[in-house]
Every structure is written in C-alpha cells, then in structure tokens.
C-alpha cells in the first residue's frame, strides 16, 4: 500500500503558476501510475493528468493541456503538478492518486488518494 501527501497549494492571481507536489510512502511507488484529480466546489472530483510508472507516457485532460504538466520522480518517491497560465476555472482542491496503470487512474480505479491541497485563483 502507498500513502500520498501532497502540497504546493495556495492563493495565485490568473495567469500565475503554482507545483503541487505529492510524496509517497511506500516501497511500491515506482510500479504505480500516479495522477491528479481536482474538485471545486458543488462539482464532481474529474481527472487533470496522469503518468505512467516509467514517466514516458502522460495524459491530461482537455481542459488542462498545454498549460498543466505532470512529472515524476522515483528516487524521490515524489510526483509534481507545474500548472502555468492559471485559471480562475481551475481553483479546485487538487487530489494525489496512485493506481495500478493509466486505464485504472482515468476511470477513478485508484488504490490509493492524497488528502488534497487548495488551489485557488483570483482575478
């Protein structure tokens, strides 16, 4: 089993960037996919991006791509969220999760959630 804690959140005005971080515990880190997931208020938690156990392969959600980018770091056991040309629309609290592959992560199969970090954005 893995643990997640995230961080890196805060208060940034649009157009500003903010990395999340989410450290793992665990000594299966390296074999899982790891992703982010964000809820904002009266709304339903949705998929933002997720990468692959080898970080070669990384997927992200339309709303997100082109701004947002996913990383990972095994020997740190971290993974990261740079999110530039911030949004008011994407001032959410933003999730960690691991999951067996990519599949299980965009279909929300996650073995494992951070407890969230507060993102949020000012015009």
């Known amino acids: 089993q893995v643990q997640l804690v995230e961080s890196g959140g805060g208060l940034v005005q649009a157009g500003g960037s903010l990395k999340l971080s989410c450290a793992a515990s665990?000594?299966?880190?390296?074999?899982?996919?790891m992703g982010w997931f964000r809820q904002a208020p009266g709304k339903e938690r949705e998929f933002v991006a997720v990468?692959?156990?080898?970080?070669?392969?990384?997927y992200y959600a339309d709303s997100v791509k082109g701004r947002f980018t996913i990383s990972r770091d095994n020997a740190k056991n971290t993974v990261y969220l740079q999110m530039n040309s911030l949004k008011p629309e994407d001032t959410a609290v933003y999730y960690c999760?691991?999951?067996?592959?990519?599949?299980?992560?965009?279909?929300?199969?996650?073995?494992?959630w951070g407890q969230g970090t507060l993102v949020t954005v000012y015009s």
């Open positions: 665990g000594r299966t880190f390296s074999s899982y996919a």
């Open positions: 999760g691991a999951a067996r592959n990519t599949a299980a992560m965009t279909n929300k199969a996650l073995d494992a």
């Open positions: 990468i692959r156990w080898s970080g070669g392969t990384t």
